[in-house]
C-alpha cells in the first residue's frame, strides 16, 4: 500500500462535538426503538424482574402507566408479552379473547389510537406448561404444525384486539404464511402485518427473558425449532423463505452477538429489519456497570449504535425509555 500522503488528515473532523455531530453517520430517534412489555394476569402490583433492572411484570393499570411514560419520550412501539393465570400442555390461552394481552392490546388502543404501534409476540413458550413454543409429541419434541395452526389462531385474536403487527417467534416451519392466511380469511390483509423472527438462534442470551415471561422450558431446550449458532446462510434462507410466505418486516435476534446476520438480512432481503438486542445482553451491560467494570450508560448507547449501524432499521430493546430520555436531555 502506499503511505498515506500527508495531506489526508482524518483528524481534522474528530476535533471538536461539532464537527463529530457534523459527519457522525448513524443516529438513533426514539421512533428506531421498540420496548418490551410483560403483563402478567393475577397479580395486584407490578413485579421487578431482578435479573433486568428496570423491567418488570405489569398489571394492565400499570402497563397503562408504563405506555404513558414512554409515549412521552416519543417511543410509540410497544412490543407485548403475556404472561397467563393458567398454563396447559397446549398453550390455548393464547388465543383466548379475554386473555392478558388481547386485554391489553384493547387497553392500549383505547388509550392511544393509532398514535402507537402495537405489537404482539405471537408463540406458546409463554402459555405452555412445560414452556416449549408448541405442544409437544410423545416422544418430546414439538409438534411444528399444531404449534403453527396455534399461532395462527393466537395471531387472529391478536389482531382482532388491536394488534397492528403480530410477531411470531417460534421458529416453527411455515409460521408465517399459515398466520398470513389465516389473519387474511379473518378480514385482516390490509391492517395487520407480520413482523417475522426470521433468523433467531438458539441462545443462552435469553436467559432473563425467561425469568420476566417464565416460560423456561421444563425439559430439554430450543434447538431443535431455533438456529443453530454457527450458521450464518441458513439464516439467510429462514429469512427469504419468511419474505416469500409474506413476512411485512423482518428481526434477527439476538442482536450483538449475531450483527453479521443483521447486515446479511438487510443486504438480502432490503425488507424493513428489527433486531433484537435481548434480556442476557441488557443484563450482562448492567451487571458489569454496577460491578463498576464498565460506564453502563455509554456501553448501552454504543451497544444499540453498533446495531443501527449494521444495518437494523429498529431495535427491540428494554433500554428504549431510558435511550429516549437521555436523548431528550441531549
Ligand atoms: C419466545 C421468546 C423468547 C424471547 C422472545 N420471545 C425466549 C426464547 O426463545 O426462549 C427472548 C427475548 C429476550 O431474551 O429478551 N417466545
Same mark, same amino acid.
Given at each position: 500500500?502506499?503511505?498515506?500522503?500527508?495531506?489526508?488528515?482524518?483528524?481534522?473532523?474528530?476535533?471538536? &462535538? #461539532?464537527?463529530?455531530?457534523?459527519?457522525?453517520?448513524?443516529?438513533?430517534?426514539?421512533?428506531?426503538?421498540?420496548?418490551?412489555?410483560?403483563?402478567?394476569?393475577?397479580?395486584?402490583? @407490578?413485579? @421487578?424482574?431482578?435479573? +433486568?433492572?428496570?423491567?418488570? =411484570?405489569?398489571?394492565?393499570?400499570?402497563?397503562?402507566?408504563?405506555?404513558?411514560?414512554?409515549?412521552?419520550?416519543?417511543?410509540?412501539?410497544?412490543?407485548?408479552?403475556?404472561?397467563?393465570?393458567? $398454563?396447559? &400442555?397446549?398453550?390455548?390461552?393464547?388465543?383466548?379473547?379475554?386473555?392478558?394481552?388481547?386485554?391489553?392490546?384493547?387497553?392500549?388502543?383505547?388509550?392511544? !389510537?393509532?398514535?402507537?404501534?402495537?405489537?404482539?409476540?405471537?408463540?406458546?413458550?409463554?402459555?405452555?406448561?412445560?414452556?416449549?413454543?408448541? @405442544?409437544?409429541?410423545?416422544?418430546?419434541?414439538?409438534?411444528?404444525?399444531? #404449534?403453527?395452526?396455534? %399461532?395462527?389462531? #393466537?395471531?387472529?385474536? =391478536?389482531?382482532?384486539?388491536?394488534?397492528?403487527?403480530?410477531?411470531?417467534?417460534?421458529? +416453527?416451519?411455515?409460521?408465517? *404464511?399459515?398466520?398470513?392466511?389465516?389473519?387474511?380469511?379473518?378480514?385482516?390483509?390490509?391492517?395487520?402485518?407480520?413482523?417475522? %423472527?426470521?433468523? $433467531?438462534?438458539?441462545?443462552?442470551?435469553?436467559?432473563?427473558?425467561?425469568?420476566?415471561?417464565?416460560? *423456561?422450558? =421444563?425439559?430439554?431446550?430450543?434447538?431443535?425449532?431455533?438456529?443453530? @449458532?454457527?450458521?450464518?446462510?441458513?439464516?439467510?434462507?429462514?429469512?427469504?423463505?419468511?419474505?416469500?410466505? !409474506?413476512?411485512?418486516?423482518?428481526?434477527? $435476534?439476538?442482536? +450483538?452477538?449475531?450483527?453479521?446476520?443483521?447486515?446479511?438480512? $438487510?443486504?438480502?432481503?432490503?425488507?424493513?429489519?428489527?433486531?433484537?438486542?435481548?434480556?442476557?445482553?441488557?443484563?450482562?451491560?448492567?451487571?458489569?456497570?454496577?460491578?463498576?467494570?464498565?460506564?453502563?450508560?455509554? #456501553? +448501552?448507547?454504543?451497544?444499540?449504535?453498533?446495531?443501527?449501524?449494521?444495518?437494523?432499521?429498529?431495535?427491540?430493546?428494554?433500554?428504549?425509555?431510558?435511550?429516549?430520555?437521555?436523548?431528550?436531555?441531549?
Amino acid at each position: 500500500m502506499e503511505p498515506r500522503p500527508p495531506t489526508i488528515r482524518p483528524r481534522r473532523l474528530r476535533r471538536t &462535538p #461539532a464537527l463529530r455531530d457534523l459527519v457522525r453517520e448513524t443516529r438513533l430517534t426514539p421512533t428506531d426503538l421498540v420496548a418490551p412489555l410483560f403483563v402478567k394476569e393475577g397479580i395486584a402490583e @407490578p413485579q @421487578p424482574v431482578a435479573s +433486568m433492572p428496570g423491567v418488570a =411484570q405489569h398489571t394492565v393499570d400499570s402497563v397503562r402507566v408504563e405506555a404513558k411514560h414512554l409515549r412521552a419520550v416519543g417511543v410509540t412501539s410497544w412490543l407485548l408479552f403475556g404472561v397467563p393465570a393458567t $398454563k396447559d &400442555p397446549e398453550g390455548n390461552e393464547a388465543a383466548n379473547p379475554d386473555g392478558i394481552v388481547a386485554q391489553t392490546l384493547r387497553t392500549l388502543r383505547d388509550d392511544h !389510537g393509532d398514535e402507537v404501534v402495537l405489537v404482539a409476540d405471537t408463540c406458546l413458550d409463554e402459555y405452555t406448561d412445560h414452556g416449549h413454543c408448541g @405442544p409437544l409429541r410423545a416422544d418430546g419434541s414439538v409438534d411444528n404444525d399444531a #404449534a403453527v395452526a396455534a %399461532y395462527a389462531r #393466537a395471531a387472529v385474536t =391478536q389482531a382482532e384486539a388491536g394488534a397492528d403487527l403480530v410477531a411470531p417467534s417460534g421458529m +416453527m416451519d411455515g409460521q408465517v *404464511a399459515a398466520i398470513r392466511a389465516a389473519l387474511d380469511s379473518a378480514g385482516h390483509a390490509e391492517r395487520v402485518g407480520i413482523m417475522a %423472527y426470521c433468523t $433467531k438462534y438458539a441462545s443462552a442470551f435469553y436467559g432473563p427473558f425467561r425469568d420476566a415471561a417464565e416460560c *423456561a422450558p =421444563q425439559f430439554g431446550d430450543r434447538a431443535g425449532y431455533q438456529l443453530d @449458532p454457527g450458521n450464518a446462510d441458513e439464516g439467510v434462507r429462514e429469512a427469504l423463505a419468511d419474505v416469500a410466505e !409474506g413476512a411485512d418486516l423482518l428481526l434477527v $435476534k439476538p442482536a +450483538m452477538a449475531y450483527l453479521d446476520m443483521v447486515w446479511r438480512v $438487510k443486504q438480502a432481503t432490503g425488507l424493513p429489519l428489527a433486531a433484537y438486542q435481548v434480556s442476557g445482553e441488557y443484563a450482562m451491560l448492567h451487571a458489569a456497570a454496577q460491578y463498576g467494570w464498565l460506564d453502563g450508560d455509554r #456501553a +448501552m448507547a454504543e451497544s444499540l449504535l453498533g446495531i443501527r449501524r449494521a444495518g437494523a432499521d429498529l431495535i427491540i430493546t428494554y433500554a428504549a425509555a431510558w435511550f429516549a430520555r437521555r436523548l431528550q436531555q441531549g
